[in-house]
């Protein structure tokens, strides 16, 4: 199955287990233990291009980018075209909707996030809706989206789900353990479910 885990700069990176393809967001170069794709949207000038090519020679990953460099740093270019074209939708609010975007286009059948924890108490309360956006787009295409326990995304902020269920609610938990159990077994990850 083709999988890859989209490694975020968030304080759960530290659980990569690296024992899949790995892309990497922006800087996360710097404490990567390897990198098979690095992704930049944001302008050139948050970045070295001495250090981009020190990671370069490093890893031996590819860099994605939303444009050229200035200072002549080899990137592939980010397909924005086609990715438009084919999820009809504008929605990035950053660099890691762009990566489950680019992996959904890319036929990948499993995402793994690591480091994707958007804690809503920072800048990233502005980005969350992107990137759950883009994991319910990918189960909606049956890919399977695996998230750490300790991030915000995708989750409710109990943890739990919204509502009374009454006479329900130990099957429903019956029923969501069985998921989970379902999930853990698949990869040894936390369903963001």
């Given at each position: ?21 790995v ?29 981009l ?27 924005i ?42 800048a990233?309360?502005h ?17 399977e ?35 989970q ?13």
């Amino acid at each position: 199955m083709k999988e890859v885990i989209i490694l975020g700069r968030g304080p759960t990176m530290i659980d990569c287990p690296y024992d899949a393809e790995v892309w990497a967001v922006n800087d996360g170069y710097l404490t990567s233990k390897r990198i098979d794709k690095l992704f930049l949207t944001d302008v050139w000038s948050e970045f070295s291009v001495d250090d981009l090519n020190d990671a370069k020679a490093k890893f031996g990953c590819e860099i994605i980018a939303s444009c050229p460099s200035l200072d002549g740093l080899a990137v592939t270019l980010y397909p924005i075209e086609e990715i438009l074209q084919k999820f009809k939708t504008r929605f990035f609010t950053n660099t890691i909707c762009y990566m489950i975007a680019y992996a959904l286009h890319k036929g990948y059948k499993r995402i793994r996030l690591y480091g994707v924890d958007m804690m809503t108490h920072t800048a990233y309360i502005h980005e969350k809706g992107g990137v759950e956006f883009w994991m319910g787009v990918a189960l909606g295409m049956g890919v399977e989206v695996f998230n750490t326990k300790g991030s915000a995304t995708g989750k409710t902020i109990t943890g739990k789900l919204y509502g009374e269920w009454g006479d329900r609610t130990e099957k429903i938990g019956e029923l969501l353990r069985g998921i989970q159990a379902e999930n853990h077994g698949n990869t040894g990850g936390k369903s963001w479910q």
